[in-house]
DNA sequence: CCGTAGCAAGCAAGTGCTTGGTAGGATCAC
DNA sequence: GTGATCCTACCAAGCACTTGCTTGCTACGG
């Protein structure tokens, strides 16, 4: 249906977001973040929308597709902003604690996306579209191990600490709170970043440094 | 079609387990916990177990009759093991470090409900029947809140501390592991709870204690 | 001969997605 | 200008398939 002829000026339409799009991706995100991607269906989309279901795929081939270029764009993001904090942070605690920070950052901009990214990946790593969630994931624990074990080697963070264990720890807590942290709350991104932070370098910081 | 007359023996042939229906729940779980509630069709669990989907109904009312059980069970157990550890333990840090350790033992032997209580719970506590689940997490909050508190007031934790935050500092860091946590891996349940207990209470015991 | 456990077949509802079509705005030759 | 031509966004209808669950039946051990 597609001649080869649009082919490019629609690629860059779609490159700039196209409005319409962006907005029905919003609203997909906010569904799947909220009751689950399988839980979603495409009528449900295009309720919230004011279409009909068939519609989407005018904008979209599929629903997989959708939550494909909800999660990219976070996960672009995200790996932009760790290198940025590594590049900018030379020392191990304060890159951890920015580290946090950006996190918090990232479910105040990409509430749904953070959400959908916990909630489901498991599940859509399964297919091989979306093997790039292992990867991502992956790359994340070298980031956070890395400044760990560097800190460790400083005497920033205690010896004792088994590093995969102390990842686990703070990504757990940290990502996790997307589930209850409200953007819009009492609590600000910022004041739940520095509650972490605070509890959580004094936990693993060597005792005896001033 | 299960008339009147045969409610009583059923249903106490169905607390003492009845073998075969102890089986299927155990092949349910599993399903549910690594592939969630909605992805695994009745059709995958009798496939499992060796028989047709329609044959689970001769056990159970419905998948949500399974999966409801599953989480009783486990609920069950946590809720009795938490008023034992509070009655056992009157100082708050060490109330503290042992429901940690006693989490740790609810993934050893709950695997599968403890994830299906994680990943499920919002989409299930939707259905009436399963309002039970969003009050079992609000007496757990209680439970832990109580104990930092109290923690608090005597001394042992912080005065700067956050409560409600530091209860979802350590829920989310103990409960979520069970994503990643393997029963016979090398990390033991024990050693796990060790390191944890060791950066948590480090992180908000007053530093000049000892 | 009754109760437990299961089979074989299928139904109603709902799923993601496809198809052929149309309204209306922008673009362009004339 | 103005008509022809596109293109975007959408509708209306429905297809192929999967879902949880039901029904009527049978094997068989105590």
Known sequence: ?????????????????????????????????????LATTVREIADAAGILSGSLYHHFDSKESMVDEILRDFLDHQRAINDEVLRAHPDARTAIAELIRQSFRAMHRYPHAVAIFQNESKYLAQFDRFEYLSRAAAEFERTWTRVLRDGQRAGAFRGDLNVKLAYRFIRDTVWTSVHWYNPRGRLTANVVAEQYVAIFCDGISEPDRA
């Open 1 to 37: 249906m597609v001649s080869a002829k649009n082919a490019s000026p629609r690629a860059a339409t779609r490159e700039a977001g196209s409005g319409r799009r962006a907005e029905l991706l919003a609203i997909a995100g906010e569904l799947f973040a909220s009751r689950g991607f």
